[in-house]
């Protein structure tokens, strides 16, 4: 299995403290029957700044104490980037790492409680230059939650949506529970990732989540989605069932 959003890296963001906690999230990851973690610290979000070389370097060196344990996991380099007006001349700069070494994907966070209004430029520009975005955990969106057909402008586009494992499961309640179900049922997201930060506070649930979801969508969900995520890591086009559009209630006398 792998775990396209997890924050294991030491020291770099709001995820593991320290090496040690680091290890213990590879352990509870392999207990969950990953094997592929991509590590993707927060950058530009207004409080953690990790560019492409700083995360390259964090990685080789987890890695190292990884194999040093004997635990067999495989760490890869990527960014879950806050989107800001400045992330194409970001991309430019070579300081933004992709899911994959083709730079074709590209994990892109929103603010919590809203939708820039640039958001559909830039990913105009995105699209216009190959790039394919992933929104990342669109149920814990205010205005997404509020109203989950707002992400079909931007599938149709030719973007992705990524759900978060413990969304589903309830562990940021009910109501994002609901749009996370509603999300996977009508095909608005197309992958799953733990968006882990360590192994009390937001742990893992990939298993859970794989779980609930094919338990009420049926287990091709689960193919179809394991499958876009090892597309993303390879580079390769994501084939996927279209969205479907929000049943309209019918009105009548009786």
Do not use: W
């Not at 999230?25 to 590590?39: E, P, R, V, Y």
């Not at 949506?161 to 969304?167: D, K």
């Not at 893992?204 to 338990?215: H, L, P, Q, S, V």
Request: charged share 25%; proline share 4%.
């Amino acid at each position: 299995m792998i775990d396209l959003h997890c924050h294991i890296l030491p020291g770099v963001d709001d995820g593991a403290d320290t090496i040690e906690d680091s290890l213990a999230m590879a352990k509870k990851a392999i207990s969950q029957g990953i094997t592929h973690i991509l590590c993707t610290p927060h950058h530009n979000n207004g409080r953690y700044e990790n560019v492409k070389e700083s995360v390259i370097h964090s990685v080789s060196l987890l890695q190292t104490e990884i194999d040093k344990h004997n635990l067999d996991l495989t760490l890869l380099e990527g960014q879950e980037v806050r989107i800001t007006g400045d992330l194409i001349t970001e991309i430019n700069q070579d300081r933004i790492l992709f899911t994959d070494l083709d730079d074709t994907y590209i994990l892109i966070e929103f603010p919590t409680m809203d939708v820039p209004a640039y958001t559909e430029q830039i990913f105009f520009e995105l699209r216009a230059m190959g790039k394919v975005p992933v929104i990342v955990h669109p149920e814990r969106n205010a205005k997404l939650r509020e109203n989950p057909d707002l992400l079909i402008p931007f599938l149709e586009m030719g973007c992705l949506g990524q759900l978060t494992a413990p969304s589903i499961v309830g562990v940021f309640g009910k109501s994002i529970q609901k749009t996370a179900k509603e999300m996977v049922a009508r095909n608005l997201v197309q992958m799953v990732a733990s968006d882990a930060h360590g192994i009390k506070k937001r742990t893992f649930y990939m298993k859970e989540a794989y779980e609930i979801i094919g338990k009420e969508n049926g287990k091709e969900k689960i193919t179809l989605m394991k499958q876009v995520t090892r597309d993303l890591v390879n580079g390769e086009t994501v084939t996927y069932p279209a969205y479907e559009k929000k049943r309209k209630r019918k009105f009548g006398l009786f």
